[in-house]
């Protein structure tokens, strides 16, 4: 059997939060190639069933595979919760063993335990992301120690799709999650943004919270994480071309896709629309 070519890294989410990732990690790692697809016609992902973010995402997955990717990052909270862990146990070794599929929940959870003080962390994130209790479980995992809550905060994705996240409209919905979350745990002093989009509300977040309280956001965990994988597996690291590329995807108009892009990257960008097979 003859090795298979070199491929990009693949970068997925169901709209736009992913770029915020996506961002740190060309920051950090710019040689590489990547792919990025944004499954915008069937965003948002957050309220919806975990099969659905399943078949949506596996679907993605395998269009990244047709397109030559050996590696795919899960740039979303809600198919990193209700999808990789099935991805990874089931379908890869069918599909092609060689390949890889990473989350951004776990580069994330791994950095906690020096972080916070009182030991009791907070996660803010959809509602899919907040259900499935997946930061909850993966930290008892890691740091049994820790005491960890969640909640839910459904309208902060549209606040900022709707470009409402730097309006002062935004401040009700912001300060209403983080009572409601102080309120069910008032020791927390850590607090991780269990959603890409919400990096562009941090400002206001910070300003709502007492002052000494960390906030992390998943952007420079997930790069730092993916650069310390592919320098322990060089052989997966070969699989990947180094030409510092960068193509985007929608499924969704790309007109708007472009436009709505400038929020996360700050720079103009032309993305091509698909239509994933079984869309």
């Given at each position: 059997m003859q090795p298979t070519a070199a491929g990009a890294i693949g970068v997925f989410d169901s709209g736009?939060?992913?770029?915020?990732?996506?961002?740190?990690?060309?920051?950090?790692?710019?040689?590489?190639?990547?792919?990025?697809?944004?499954?915008?016609?069937?965003a948002p992902y957050g309220s919806r069933s975990f099969d659905s973010v399943y078949r949506f995402t596996l679907e993605a997955v395998e269009w990244f595979f047709s397109r030559g990717c050996h590696l795919v990052i899960l740039a979303c909270n809600t198919a990193s919760a209700k999808a990789?862990?099935?991805?990874?146990?089931?379908?890869?070794?069918?599909?092609?063993?060689?390949?890889?599929?990473?989350?951004?929940?776990?580069?994330?959870?791994?950095?906690?335990?020096?972080?916070?003080r009182s030991g009791h962390v907070g996660v803010l994130g959809t509602e899919g992301t907040i259900q499935s209790r997946s930061y909850e479980i993966e930290i008892s995992k890691q740091h049994p120690q820790l005491t960890v809550t969640g909640e839910a905060c459904p309208m902060w994705v549209p606040l900022v799709e709707n470009r409402e996240h730097d309006k002062p409209g935004a401040d009700y919905f912001v300060r209403q999650h983080l009572k409601q979350l102080k309120a069910k745990d008032p020791l927390i002093d850590t607090i991780i943004l269990g959603c890409t989009h919400y990096p562009l509300l941090l400002d206001k977040i910070r300003h709502h919270l007492p002052a000494g309280t960390r906030v992390l956001s998943q952007g420079s965990y997930v790069a730092e994480s993916l650069e310390d994988y592919l320098s322990r597996h060089p052989e997966m690291d070969a699989k990947c071309t180094k030409g510092g590329t960068v193509r985007y995807?929608?499924?969704?108009?790309?007109?708007?896709?472009?436009?709505?892009?400038?929020?996360?990257?700050?720079?103009?960008?032309d993305a091509r629309q698909i239509k994933l097979e079984k869309l």
């Open positions: 736009y939060g992913g770029l915020t990732v996506l961002s740190a990690i060309k920051t950090l790692m710019p040689q590489y190639d990547y792919l990025y697809l944004g499954d915008n016609a069937r990789l862990r099935t991805i990874q146990q089931r379908d890869l070794p069918v599909i092609d063993p060689g390949r890889r599929v990473l989350g951004v929940i776990r580069p994330t959870t791994e950095r906690v335990a020096e972080l916070t995807y929608t499924t969704d108009a790309p007109d708007k896709f472009n436009q709505l892009a400038s929020l996360f990257l700050q720079e103009e960008i």
